[in-house]
């Protein structure tokens, strides 16, 4: 298998979930940059995924895997571990939840919050979408309760998932976004201990 990745994004989510499952050896990871000035690369790419975003999956002789959430739901099943054994409800909610939903409402925040100068800002734009993001993490502060894990006390592949976006959001705007929410704090510290974690993210701190 063959990993298109670009650092630093939502590939970050399949590379932590190989590592999870100990197969990183057993797939290839490629660098793609989706803004490479090398049209012929772009173009070559965009013959495997349709939009030339990343990450995908590619499975030898089979249909290549677009989206992270796909990639990790494909992996969890292929190696048949970190899969929906516990909390099936709570695996496949937050998985889709946090590549829908959630990386949707953050994809705003980030152009807005870190690629638009300050007076090109929509500042309606980003409260709406504060508001939602905060909807969210009511929720998930809900939903954590009690549990080490978003699917009770066994880590699986929906924490890769979601694990990112509460990396992406602790990026942007200093934390601002979950300074109020210490269950989901506590959450990410569980998940930054884990070596898989760290090895993945550490070239990133
Ligand atoms: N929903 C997709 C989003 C993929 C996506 O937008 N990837 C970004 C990097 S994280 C990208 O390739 N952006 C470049 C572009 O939009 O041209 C997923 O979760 O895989």
Known sequence: MQLYVFDKFRSRRCEWLLAELGVQNEVECITMNPRDPDQEKLAQYRKIHPHGTIPCLVVEGRQAIIESGAI??????????????????????WLVYSTATLDEVMEILFV??????????????????????????????QCLYGRDYICGNKFTAADCVLGYNIWWALEMKEGLLLKDFPLILDYYKRLQMRSSFQRVFSELF
């Open 72 to 93: 990790c739901l494909y992996l969890a099943d292929v190696y048949g571990k970190l899969g929906p054994e516990a909390d099936k409800e709570a695996f496949y909610s």
């Open 112 to 141: 807005q919050w870190v690629l638009t100068d300050l007076p090109d800002q929509d500042a309606d734009l980003i409260n709406k979408c504060v508001l939602k993001f905060n909807t969210a993490a009511k929720y998930l502060s």
